[in-house]
């Protein structure tokens, strides 16, 4: 049990013996007295999800949840629940992993155990596989939980659950607030290995999302050059991911496709992740002017989440696919804006706020705002950031 405990704060602190002294608990002969989830068998599975072995990991853990329920061990049965659903998720098993999460779930509101370990996975899974208001609802729930329990770790997870799904649902404000606390906890509390809680990239993407371009390349950079020096190289196709939606928005749309290409094919074994990369090559791809490759890209995404029943992504990527079909194209193959909506969207760009916008047009704030975003959903925007570096501001 020492030892087991030993490496699971060795793989957080990023020491490079945590893999040692794992196989030193895993080499001796273990005690009837000890708890499922506090087993080296246990932590070996965590571990290889962080690993990006989720196949492993499921084999590991299937035999302990038979153990777990065998002993009427309530909490170990939801924590191996919680991390077969969690396995299941990452490679790409959506029913597998809800009916896993639904069940830690029911156990857990059935006990006295706390509601936060369970809510992150729920939010997790159903985020992915079924209802992203269900799940903002888990994440929430287990955010309070945990701050009343004044429970560090599964705040920050609960958190980081909650950022991820604000930020899938084009709220990149609210998701900066969770994740930046994310962040400061996941400092607190000296994690230096980013493959536990991979809020990294979303984080990114999110200063991304609002313009903050130096503060992401930061963090990219240090979060790459850490991972390279702890060897995790499994993170490094997610912070590709973020890092070519940064060039994207610096306007080197080749080399950010380039970056998202190579990434979806270092993700074939994590089906949900390739998905979410072949959408951010379709956007690129479209903001580049190359609509045929954005919309294969797009299709590729959609066909990929619809056949792994992640039913969230799978309505997103029809969505972008939509928008890709159906919006008019002048000759350079980009959507042709009315006029109204093209001098709107010149004076956002030139940086005038939307009263000023107004004034000069002769018309309501609330007319410019419904103008606005019908130009960012035509250009496939989400920033007067990225507006400005699309659409030619006015000149005098």
């Known amino acids: ?77 939801v924590d191996v629940l919680r991390s077969l659903a969690e396995a299941e998720l990452r490679a ?64 920050s997870r609960n958190l980081f659950a909650l950022g991820h799904l604000l930020l899938a649902t084009g709220r990149p404000k609210e998701a900066l ?8 906890l996941e400092g607190l509390q000296q994690v230096r290995d980013p493959s536990v809680l991979r809020w990294h990239p979303e984080l990114a993407e999110t200063l991304i999302a609002l313009g903050r371009l130096d503060q992401a390349q930061s963090l990219l950079d240090d979060t790459r050059r850490t991972a390279t020096d702890l060897g995790r190289d499994t993170v490094l196709p997610s912070l590709e991911r973020s890092q070519a939606l940064l060039d994207a928005a610096r306007g080197h749309y080749g080399t950010a496709a380039r970056r998202l290409t190579e990434a979806a ?82 004076l956002a760009a030139a940086g005038v706020s939307n009263r000023d916008i107004a004034t000069t047009l002769t018309v309501s704030v609330k007319t410019v705002e419904a103008t606005l975003t019908r130009v960012y959903r035509k250009l496939g925007l989400h920033s007067r950031f990225q507006l400005a570096h699309t659409v030619t501001p006015a000149r005098e």
């Open 92 to 155: 790409g098993r959506c029913a597998r992993a809800l009916d896993h999460a639904h069940r830690a779930q029911a156990l857990t509101d059935g006990t006295a155990l706390s509601a936060a370990p369970a809510c992150y996975t729920s939010a997790l899974v159903e985020g992915a596989a079924r209802r992203t208001d269900l799940a903002l609802v888990h994440a929430r729930r287990g955010v309070d939980t945990a701050r009343q329990e004044d429970n560090k770790v599964f705040l």
């Open 265 to 346: 094919d270092r993700l074939r074994h994590l089906p949900l992740e390739r998905g979410r990369t072949l959408l951010a090559l379709s956007h690129t791809e479209r903001r580049g002017r190359r609509r045929a490759s954005a919309r294969a890209a797009a299709q590729s995404a959609a066909d990929l989440f619809t056949a792994h029943r992640a039913h969230p992504w799978a309505e997103t990527a029809a969505h972008t696919l939509g928008r890709l079909e159906d919006a008019p194209t002048d000759h350079n193959d980009r959507p042709r804006l009315t006029p109204a909506e093209q001098r709107c969207a010149e």
């Open 1 to 77: 049990m020492a030892l087991t405990m030993q490496a699971r704060l060795q793989r957080v602190l990023g020491h490079p013996d945590a893999g040692t002294t794992l196989s030193r608990a895993l080499s001796l002969p273990r005690a009837a007295s000890i708890p499922v989830n506090g087993t080296p068998q246990h932590l070996a599975a965590r571990h290889a999800l962080f690993d990006d072995r989720p196949d492993e990991a499921r084999t590991a853990l299937l035999p302990l949840l038979v153990e777990a329920e065998r002993t009427g061990d309530a909490e170990a049965t």
């Open 177 to 184: 607030e969770a994740l930046e606390e994310v962040r400061d």
